[in-house]
């Protein structure tokens, strides 16, 4: 049973750089899509970007010019970066992994409450 | 970019009652969508996909089906841990991109 264990910061200032870290342990790294996945306080679900083993990305177009995703194969591990947050950037953040084809969400960590505040 | 549209955005039911949830895109999608559950305080979790395949553990009283624009998740008797918010998702080929309706929470009645 494969497990997503992710950290990070939970608070940030205004302006500054988020950054997350995701390791997956107990199934295989190579062969999935992996993304990054938030939900502001008492709202819904936005999917923020995309990585592979092989660090080929892809990013929520309402996010792309903010967000740099990469991978670690060394460790097993993926990481986000978001520039320039907001308060709007206050949210749950979650590392999943996709269902083998990689059209859904099939695999959660536990999530990290981020909040923005100076 | 597709958008995905849920309805109602809170449903009060009755245990034992059924329940249905209907998700709505704004162009085909044929029957590449997938329904989540979120209970309160816990991870989403993925209940079915391809429309109307449940996934591994699903109980048989959840059930999904359409395909293009128009979609539906029903609950066929409400049990108590129903109680959730639901999520629909859909995966765009071209560009790469997952998007999710805005959720419609099941509440007891």
């Known amino acids: 049973q494969v497990q997503l264990q992710q950290w990070g910061a939970g608070l940030w200032k205004p302006s500054e750089t988020l950054s997350l870290t995701c390791a997956v342990y107990?199934?295989?790294?190579?062969?999935?899509?992996w993304s990054w996945i938030r939900q502001p306080p008492g709202k819904g679900l936005e999917w923020i970007g995309q990585?592979?083993?092989?660090?080929?990305?892809n990013y929520n177009p309402s996010l792309k010019t903010r967000v740099t995703m990469s991978v670690d194969t060394s460790k097993n591990q993926i990481s986000l970066n978001l520039t320039s947050v907001t308060a709007a950037d206050t949210a749950v953040y979650y590392c999943?992994?996709?269902?083998?084809?990689?059209?859904?969400?099939?695999?959660w960590g536990q999530g990290t409450l981020v909040t923005v505040s100076s | 970019e597709i958008v995905m549209t849920q309805s109602p955005a809170t449903l009060s039911v009755s245990p034992g009652e059924r329940a249905t949830l209907s998700c709505r895109a704004s162009q085909s999608v044929g029957s590449n969508l997938a329904w989540y559950q979120q209970r309160p305080g816990q991870t989403p979790r993925l209940l079915i996909f391809?429309?109307?395949t449940r996934a591994t553990g699903i109980p048989a009283r959840f059930s999904g089906s359409g395909s293009g624009t128009d979609f539906t998740l029903t609950i066929s008797s409400l049990q108590s841990e129903d109680f959730a918010v639901y999520y629909c998702q859909h995966y765009n080929n071209w560009p790469p991109t997952w998007t999710f309706g805005q959720g419609t929470k099941v509440e007891i009645k």
């Open positions: 107990g199934g295989p790294f190579s062969g999935y899509y």
């Open positions: 391809d429309a109307s």
């Open positions: 990585i592979n083993h092989s660090g080929s990305t």
């Open positions: 999943v992994r996709h269902s083998r084809g990689g059209e859904y969400f099939q695999d």
